[in-house]
């Protein structure tokens, strides 16, 4: 998943991987966070294969990759492929940042991968707006973008952004060992509570502690 969201369960170590700072600047580049997240998605594939659905040289999408293998989110399938064709596959489902703090540690990584992800956000939006048309009349219906305008502290945001994670967890999770129903799809679901810059947020507030859990 590449999407910034609490999450109310402890990370479960056979699907999650929990950010340190080594894997906050290793994943501090939206090629990195999309490569991950089609990995994860799709299943094991080559960099060239990646490079071609990306737009991007397989050399640069090659580096990329190794780059992720350093700090464990990929590793070579070596049930595929041969001596000339390298295949790569994710080595967990779900990022978990649990330590906050890495933000005042690593801000430059920090905001970097922040930036990653609501970048890899707004491209699986805009992928299935485009494909809006092509969709089946069900599917048409099920589409919904909304947004609120809410006044809250700090302390409100967090139980609001737990308590709609905790909504989620109620559903199958696209990784889950159960078998889906008939015309079960992959569905994102991506949850933002921010501070609007245009509501004018008090200086002293831009200070306020995050002790939440996100997971991408």
Not at 190 to 198: E, N
Request: charge should be negative; charged fraction near 30%.
């Amino acid at each position: 998943m590449t999407e910034e969201k609490r999450w109310p369960h402890s990370p479960d170590p056979q699907t999650d991987v929990v950010l340190d700072a080594r894997g906050l600047r290793a994943m501090a580049h939206p090629v990195r966070v999309q490569l991950v997240g089609l990995l994860r998605r799709l299943g094991p594939s080559t960099a060239t294969r990646l490079a071609e659905r990306m737009g991007l040289t397989s050399g640069a999408t090659s580096y990329h990759l190794r780059q992720l293998a350093a700090a464990g989110f990929v590793t070579e399938d070596t049930e595929r492929g041969n001596a000339r064709e390298r295949w790569w596959k994710a080595v967990h489902q779900n990022t978990v940042w649990s330590d906050r703090d890495l933000a005042e540690q690593e801000p430059e990584a920090a905001i970097g991968f922040l930036r990653s992800v609501v970048a890899a956000n707004a491209l699986t939006t805009q992928r299935a707006l485009n494909e809006f048309d092509a969709m089946s009349r069900s599917w048409r219906h099920a589409f919904d973008f909304s947004d609120w305008a809410l006044r809250l502290t700090p302390e409100e945001s967090r139980e609001l952004a737990e308590e709609l994670a905790a909504v989620v967890a109620r559903y199958r999770r696209d990784d889950a060992r159960e078998e889906a129903p008939e015309g079960a799809e992959r569905v994102a679901v991506v949850l933002q509570v921010l501070p609007d810059p245009a509501g004018g947020l008090p200086a002293d507030e831009a200070d306020a502690g995050d002790e939440g859990e996100g997971r991408v």
